[in-house]
């Protein structure tokens, strides 16, 4: 099977219900911001040398494909028939589990921090900006869209997520004892 089809060259595409949109149709904009998410948290992931925060990169990256795979089902077609298409509350509760353990290795903000630091911590302060936009996007898409076309739980992993990416970013850089510059 080859990697091209030509069915996009006209702009187009289809989603999971076989429907064909725009390109630029606000569903396909915002799984295409949790697809470039997810392949940030990739360049994150390669640059880090901590096994614990490398394996829940990966547990998240995986996650991110169902949440992309949910929107772009409007129909929730594939809902039903596929359970791991999709992020549940206990994934909400996990991260947040995470950021709790995280949080108490950092020393607490004083004030607000520069993005940066390490590669590791760069990149993962990196992928929170993009998980925000992705955040906006999927609001966007929630707001402007039928009543239910995505999942509430989206919107909270995504915002949670961006937490996470944060704390994940100050826990690389401490451990690597890369210095937070202050603002």
Known sequence: MKIYTKTGDTGDTSLFDKSRVSKADPRVDAYGEVDELNATLGAAAAACADADLHDALEQIQRQLFAVGARLADPSARIAARVTKAGVREEDVEHLEQLIDRLEMEVPPLRRFILPGGGTTGAWLHMARTVCRRAERRVVGLRD?????????????????????LFVMARAANHRQNVPETEW
């Open 144 to 164: 402007d869209s039928v009543e239910g076309a995505v999942d509430p739980v989206i919107v909270r992993y995504l915002n949670r997520l961006s937490d996470l």
